[in-house]
C-alpha cells in the first residue's frame, strides 16, 4: 500500500509499506532530490498508509498494523524523528480505508471504514485520539472528502444503491447527512476536483 500527497509549495510527498524492511518509509521530492525516513520500527506495520501536512507541513501519516488491526498516527513535526502513538485499537473489525484530514485548528482528523460498511472519526484531542462512530445508516463502500475553512465535506458511496451523498460538518457543529439527496445515483464512476484548499489540490475518485 502507498499514497502520495502534494502540498501547496509542490513538494511530492509519498510513503509506502517497504515489503523488505516489513516497515513505512516516508520519502519526500524536494528541489530534484529523493529523501527517505523510517516512520516507524515496528515490524508488520504500514497497511493502507495515507498521508497528509498540516499547514507547518509536517506529515501526518496514518497507517494499519497487519497482524491486530490497530490503527497507528505518526507525525514528524519540525523534521524531526517520527512520533508515534495508536489511534484506534477496536477488535474484529477490519479498516478498508484510511482518510485524514486537517482540521481548522491544524489538528489531524482520521475518518476511516471498516468491513461491515461503517464510517468512523477519530479526532486529536488533548495528546488522544477519541474515536466514534459516524454514520451506520447504511453500509458505505468508499469514502472521500475534504477540510474547508468552516469544517469538512465528506462524500459517501452506499454499498448497494451506488448512490454518493454528501455530509456537511461545520466547527462545533454536528454532521449533517444529506443520505435522503444523493449527489449522483447509482454511480459506476465518480470524480470531483478542488482548487483554492488550504494545504494542497485534492482529485478524488468512487
Known amino acids: 500500500m502507498s499514497d502520495i500527497f502534494i502540498d501547496r509549495v509542490g513538494n511530492v510527498h509519498f510513503a509506502y509499506y517497504d515489503l523488505n524492511l516489513l516497515k513505512p518509509v516516508y520519502v519526500i521530492f524536494n528541489n530534484g532530490v529523493f529523501s527517505y525516513k523510517d516512520i516507524g520500527t515496528s515490524r508488520n506495520r504500514g497497511e493502507y498508509i495515507s498521508i497528509t501536512t498540516n499547514t507547518s507541513f509536517a506529515i501526518e501519516a496514518f497507517y494499519i498494523d497487519d497482524i491486530d488491526g490497530s490503527i497507528w498516527y505518526a507525525n514528524n513535526a519540525l523534521n524531526s524523528m517520527f512520533n508515534i502513538i495508536q489511534v484506534d485499537n477496536r477488535k474484529n473489525i477490519k479498516v478498508s480505508k484510511l482518510m485524514p484530514l486537517i482540521s481548522s485548528y491544524d489538528k489531524p482528523v482520521l ?5 461491515m460498511g461503517r464510517v468512523s472519526v477519530s479526532r486529536y484531542t488533548k495528546n488522544q485520539f477519541i474515536t466514534q462512530y459516524l454514520y451506520t445508516n447504511s453500509k458505505i463502500k468508499n469514502i472521500e472528502g475534504i477540510s474547508t475553512s ?6 459517501m458511496e452506499e454499498y448497494e444503491s451506488g448512490n454518493v451523498f454528501l455530509a456537511t460538518k ?24 478542488l482548487f483554492s484548499l488550504p494545504l494542497s489540490f485534492h482529485c478524488f475518485y468512487f
Open 111 to 115: 475518518f476511516f471504514l471498516d468491513n
Open 150 to 155: 468552516y469544517g469538512y465535506m465528506l462524500f
Open 170 to 193: 461545520k466547527s462545533n457543529e454536528a454532521f449533517v447527512f444529506h443520505d435522503k439527496s444523493p449527489l449522483i445515483t447509482n454511480v459506476f464512476s465518480f470524480s470531483v476536483s
